[in-house]
């Protein structure tokens, strides 16, 4: 099929109530991944369901063919004319379907779905799905968030963050569990550490390579191997090179299958410098892997891990407490075994079906 810059699939269906998620794309992500997983939910429940993407197409996730994707615009690299096309397009597209939800699961997604959606019938509703504190848009946000009827924080610390006249109409929502993800690995782990995510600033995957260039040499027999795609690649590989572990690391790029490829890993690593909560560590915890997180301020990883439980929580940046982390899971199985064991019970606290219908309920969405 040709795509422009204003089309859609889906099938054409009229339904009491229609949502609209916002996004800039579904490029490989945790947010993407989480909304795919609410779209396919509702499709499969005969919902209206629709995704506005306003920076590209692309679309890494598998979308349920009941679903509308909607692409309003490219990327506009700063282009004042791309965004007042884009402007003009979502305009059009909620006057077409005046009184739909709009999900917004960005800052700019927010911004232009409140300017577009302007004087229709198109209750907001915003999710943060990061540390506010890091987005460095605050005045921006706090204007936009005016328009929403609810906000959907992610950790307790998110809430307490934000303006006290928004704390009224904000709710906390843990991210879904994919059940179709793998189920826990029995057997003997393969010597791997893994990352799973993009290779961006705010992730910091060169902290990993440094704690791994410590850990590597008490555990040689250990490969880190990271599983996504980034601006920082380059950097990394060089940085690999000149720690002379150019052997011992592998680039898997983005994988669909990412998750088959990890299940039996022996340490699953998030490094971020700041998190809401990382769709990836969840399911490396509900896979049962034994995980190692920074503890971020916003307390995203400590909503999930109880340190020393189901997985170890290390401070921000630190290099050698990571290192550290990681010796005493290779180094003890027992506490690889409990963690793993522990981490997997995250499975059945959190379906795609429960957390899908919270999110409607504070919608105001009836079921």
Known sequence: ?????????????RSEVKIVFVIPNM?????????????????????DVAIMMFAGDECAYTVDERVELVCVSPQSHGNAW???ERLKNMRAYFKKNDGCHIFSFCTMGT?????????????????????????????????????????????????NYLPSSFRKKAYRLPNPVDETIPRPFEGERTKRVVYLGRLEPEKNPMLLLEAFALFEKIFPEYR???YGAGSLEPELRRRAEELHLTSRVAWHGFCR????QIVDAGIFVLPSNYE?????????????????????????????????????????????????????????????ARLSHNAAKLREECPVDKVADRLLEIAGIRK
């Not at 892997?289 to 503890?295: C, E, F, Q, R």
Request: aromatic share 8%.
């Open 111 to 159: 911004v232009f779905g409140a300017l577009a959606a302007a004087g229709l019938h198109c209750p907001m509703l915003v999710a943060e799905r990061t540390d506010p504190r890091s987005s460095g848009h605050d005045f921006i946000r706090n204007l936009a968030y005016r328009r929403a009827r609810q906000l959907v924080v992610q950790t307790e610390e998110s809430l």
């Open 1 to 13: 099929m040709k795509k422009s810059w204003r089309y859609w699939h889906g099938w054409n269906r």
């Open 27 to 47: 490029t490989g992500g945790g947010t993407e991944r989480v909304i795919s997983l609410f779209v396919n939910e509702y499709a499969r429940r005969g919902m």
């Open 257 to 260: 299958d990412a998750k088959q």
């Open 276 to 336: 809401g909560i990382s769709n990836a560590m969840v399911e490396a915890l509900a896979m049962g892997l034994p995980v190692i997180a920074t503890d971020c301020p916003i307390g995203g990883a400590a909503s999930y891990i109880r340190d020393g439980e189901n997985g170890l929580l290390v401070p921000v940046k630190d290099a050698e407490k990571m290192a550290e982390a990681m010796k005493r899971i290779a180094g003890d199985p027992k506490l690889a």
């Open 82 to 84: 791309v965004r007042l």
């Open 224 to 226: 880190l191997e990271y």
